[in-house]
């Protein structure tokens, strides 16, 4: 028994994100642009807000979006009766995005209520358009919000049926200028969801396919990207994968992977997907054995004839990147260990195909000392 959902419109295209101005999704309608200072210096992008004519445009998200990003930005739609909210970045931009448009249309001025303090969204928010600039997330479909609530040291996802974007925009093109180690890292934040979502004890056929091809088209794809980060065919192949592997976690969601990456994150600054990449190999070994010859299958439709050489590749990728795998490579004392353990005891952790203990978590953070 299993059900699929996704209520979000697709469109995809190398050049597509130039003719969203004249798109009967924004004629007429009072429209606030939601980016990053860095993005909105991008010529594309430069040139696309300006024809939106847009009410507003808010660049004032960092990585790693925080609670008080978002009720500053809430605010602002809510000041300036923002009637399409049009999101171009990252995963931060866009979680920053939908989370802000939700609590828009409330009477509160907190997206802490919703985050961590149990209150939910009754219906009622301004439509987002989702415009990803990295190919990774796949936030630009997903139902998700993941912020840094800082004064709480509390890094958490949120999810609402109501985040879910009216349309995500994908124009590879946005992610030429990413650089290698961003590349890196969000590529293989979209591999890890192929894996969470298909590894998931939620896990269902729809999304089990769309994992497995997103799988097989970053590993294929990825080394060669380095090696020309111009490409834009590859960078296509990759965004692509990122909007499969998106697809594919956003029913199912993550397991321990992005369990351990919170902790990574908010006590050492990792970027999300280097979080995620830190402990990728150390998870597929811990649970391979608890898959019923899954994972074999997974790594079979990804192109590879074991799940050792499988991890062998993640292994290269990360390390030609420049990726940490090491505790030392990443900054982290050994003494923190005992914190990472504490703090990766996350809800996403009963998603997980192996029930985690406190040995499994010690065993993956001591291997990668
Ligand atoms: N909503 C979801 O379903 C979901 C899933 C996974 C992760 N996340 C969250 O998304 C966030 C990470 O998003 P991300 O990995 O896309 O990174 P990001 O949005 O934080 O961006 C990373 C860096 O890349 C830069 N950048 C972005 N686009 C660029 C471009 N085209 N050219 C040059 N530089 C560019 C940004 O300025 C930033 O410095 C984290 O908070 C993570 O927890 C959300
Ligand atoms: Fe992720």
Redesign the pocket.
Known sequence: MWTFHLPTKINFGRGIFQTLPKSSEVLGRRVAVVT?S??RK?ETVQTVIDSLNPVTVFDQIR???TTKNVDTLSELLRGEKAELVIAV?????L?CAKAASCLAMTNDSNIRLYHSEGKTFADGRIPVITVP??A????EV?P???LDDEEKCFKSPMSSHLFYPVSAVIDSD??L??PIR?TAS?AL?AFSHALEGFWSKNHQPVCDLLAKEAARIILTNLGNLYKNLADPVLRGQIAYAALLA?IAFQMPKNAIIHACSFPLSNRFHL???EACAFTMEAAIRLNTPFMEGRMEEFALAAGFNSVTSMIDTITVLKRSSGLPCTLRDAGIDPDSVALLVKESFHPLLNNNPKTVTETDLYRIYDDLR
Request: aromatic share 0%; charged share 10%; proline share 9%.
């Open positions: 990053e860095t993005i991008l990585p790693n979006p970045g990252g995963g931060s931009v979680d600039t990295t990774g997330t796949g936030s997903t998700i919000a993941v946005l992610t200028s990413v961003v969000t934040d998106g970027p999300h997907g």
